[in-house]
């Protein structure tokens, strides 16, 4: 079972005060009233080629609900005061495609970052998310995996402190895996 995947009925999981009085908080996917946010971010004209999800709200909601239900996987939702901004799923890496590259520890897992248009938002939730997937002591590595031709996904990760492993070929894609250990985590 995925180390960090929480009870069913929690609330929020973890909190951070930035700027202005602002909170950063993460919690568990909330599909019913989450969904219909996500759909919006994952299906407008401006990001198909960075993360598309089968058409209809049905097969989103089908997806995420596979997620939840998976002992090896959840999602979580990253909100800024009370407005979602972030969808983050974690998966073991040992349970997806790139365990059959690599060869993951039980405690490294593949983080699939989904966020509000940029346009909209630039807060640093990915950074708020490392310290509380970090504060579990089992905690292992984690993997990111863009398409290799995902060249903004890349920047980013390395400008957050993931450091480039290599190139895979998965299923449905190329991947450039990206890795932050938490000796890398805690030196930042």
Known sequence: ??????????????????????????????????????????????????WSLPGGIENVTAIYQFVQRNAEGHSFVGLLDEHLICVIDLFAASSNDVG???????????????????????????????HWYFHFPQAGDLLAGPGITNYETCREL??????????????KKAASIYVMSRKRFESL
């Open 1 to 50: 079972m995925l180390f960090c995947k929480p009870s069913r009925k929690s609330g929020i999981l973890y909190e951070q005060s930035i700027e202005k009085g602002q909170t950063l908080s993460i919690r568990s996917l909330k599909i019913k009233q989450d969904l219909p946010v996500i759909q919006r971010w994952a299906m407008p004209d401006y990001w198909p080629e960075l």
């Open 100 to 130: 059959n590259h690599l060869s993951p520890s039980p405690h490294d897992c593949m983080i699939r970052f989904l966020q509000e248009p940029p346009s909209v938002t630039k807060i640093p939730i990915v950074t708020t998310f490392l």
């Open 158 to 171: 390395e400008a957050l402190g993931f450091v480039f492993y290599r190139n895979i070929m998965l299923a």
